[in-house]
């Protein structure tokens, strides 16, 4: 059988027109360090910390006045902020960015731990080059999750609109409140509007992938900038174990107990066979032809080569989430008194759902596994949620985003990937055909532990690239002109 060839995709992102304009920042350091000294936290919807969330509100319109002035900001919830620049033509499209202001909670255990205060936004460093630009760290809850690309589409905002500039297609920003605990009180709300007054857009950016250094076999060299062309879906079930218990003194040899060690230890195999999901097709079509040889050449045999790569995929915990519905018991209860069998065992269980599986095909796994050892399955709360839908990594939108990773990281790989965790833009489901999950930071497998762990922190170096990045997608998505004179 003849070794097909791979051919690399890369030359279809190549960078933009030059017409871009990078605007000179001033005071962005002490902005972004101060964004992350309210305590915007998301843990309980019932325990929103108004102060924090209003002093961030007032602290926005400060900081960004020609962004305030330009664009209309309607309230939704409670402090949910959904932005419009509007376009003066007839014709204009409709794109939206998202980015969350809410951040997750810092364990208290873990506080000696961090180099600098979660929430001081202090940073570490040196007024180094020699116009006096800064360079260092910035450390806080939120430097990499989310209030640098809150803030990085703010200074890009407010310097666009400082030179009057002119999107030619309509352009919104959902900023949420409650993205971490799921967004029912922020982005779903944004969501639901746009749905009630027939609004959809062209295209959608969020979070979700980030430029990944170091973590992906074959590349270990090289940034490539994962751009989550969908997102995986979710659903939590129940399972029980009802078998007679009794006394301590003269126990059966199944209870409820080993029935249901039994069933958790078969879980651990999986609930289905790994997969390459269409994100995953599209993630080996962008990056295989730039592995070395050999790996190109199990890359390029893939009908022959599928097990061996999937089985490659199997060791490590990033690899088992990407090809796998992810089955794990996140809670289990049994047990009153120790001289006592329970007669009752509960588990409840989460998986990860990859597209093409629906919830209820995951629920009959589950059942089915459960019934071998006498259980039975239910929902948990509700039927969860499928994977999104993919989006196209042919659409002009997407090759704009491309475009714009070379124009601001040009050694870096582009390439579609499925986003494992939730973001606000699954909300936004059904509202566009092309949703991307994407924050424009390089980050290597070390640093990633900094979202939602401790040290969380930012390279200012990689700040004023992630502004400059949005700075070239907005004029690129916009289509906008400056005016002459300017
Ligand atoms: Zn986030």
Redesign the pocket.
């Known amino acids: 059988m003849p070794l097909l060839n791979l051919e690399s995709v890369q030359g279809r992102y190549t960078p933009s027109t030059g017409t871009l304009e990078y605007p000179p920042l001033r005071g962005d350091l002490q902005r972004l360090q101060q964004s992350i000294t309210y305590k915007t936290i998301s843990q309980d919807p019932r325990m929103l910390d108004t102060t924090a969330f209003d002093g961030f509100g007032k602290f926005l319109r400060a900081s960004y006045p020609d962004l305030f002035a330009t664009l209309t900001v309607d309230t939704f919830s409670t402090h949910t902020y959904f932005l419009h620049w509007p376009s003066p033509s007839p014709e204009a499209k409709n794109y939206l960015f998202i980015a969350?202001q809410d951040v997750v909670p810092v364990d208290q255990k873990s506080l000696g731990q961090w180099h600098n205060p979660p929430f001081s936004g202090a940073f570490e460093g040196a007024s180094g080059d020699s116009e006096g630009a800064e360079i260092g760290y910035i450390y806080g809850r939120g430097t990499l999750?989310?209030k640098s690309?809150l803030m990085a589409l703010m200074e890009t905002l407010e310097s666009l609109a400082f030179q009057h500039f002119q999107p030619a297609h309509n352009l919104y920003f959902c900023l949420g409140q409650d993205?971490?605990i799921g967004g029912q009180a922020g982005a779903a709300l944004v969501a639901e509007h746009c749905h009630q007054t027939g609004l959809s857009f062209e295209a959608i950016l969020d979070?979700g992938g980030i430029i990944s250094t170091g973590s992906i076999p074959g590349l270990k060299q090289t940034p490539v900038a994962l751009i989550g062309t969908a997102e995986k879906g979710y659903l939590s079930v129940e399972v029980s174990f009802n078998i007679a218990g009794g006394h301590s003194s003269m126990p059966n040899s199944q209870t409820a107990i080993t029935q249901s060690a039994g069933f958790i230890n078969d879980l651990s195999e999986g609930l289905f066979e790994p997969q390459f999901s269409q994100p995953l097709n599209g993630f080996i079509d962008h990056l295989a032809p730039e592995m070395p040889w050999t790996l190109k050449t199990v890359f390029a045999n893939r009908f022959l080569t599928e097990p061996l790569l999937l089985s490659l995929y199997q060791k490590s915990h990033t690899g088992r989430a990407l090809t796998n519905n992810t089955a794990v018991v996140t809670i289990m209860a049994s047990g009153i008194k120790d001289n006592v069998v329970p007669a009752s065992a509960r588990v409840v269980c989460n998986t990860r759902i990859l597209p093409g599986t629906a919830p209820e095909d995951v629920l009959a796994r589950y059942q089915a596994l459960a019934a071998e050892y006498g259980g039975t399955v239910e929902a948990y709360q509700d039927m969860g949620s499928a994977a999104t839908n993919t989006s196209s990594t042919e659409s002009e939108d997407f090759m704009k985003l491309g475009q714009a990773v070379k124009e601001i990281f040009p050694e870096a790989l582009v390439s579609p990937y499925l986003t494992i965790?939730g973001?606000?833009s699954k909300n936004f489901e059904g509202l566009s055909k092309n949703i991307y999950r994407f924050l424009p930071m390089t980050l290597s497998p070390e640093e990633v532990g900094g979202?939602h762990g401790t040290n969380e922190r930012i390279d200012l170096e990689e700040y004023r690239k992630m502004v400059r990045w949005y700075t070239t997608l907005v004029q690129l998505w916009s289509e906008g002109e400056f005016p002459s004179d300017s």
């Open positions: 969350h999750d989310d690309s993205e971490e979070e965790g973001t606000d979202i």
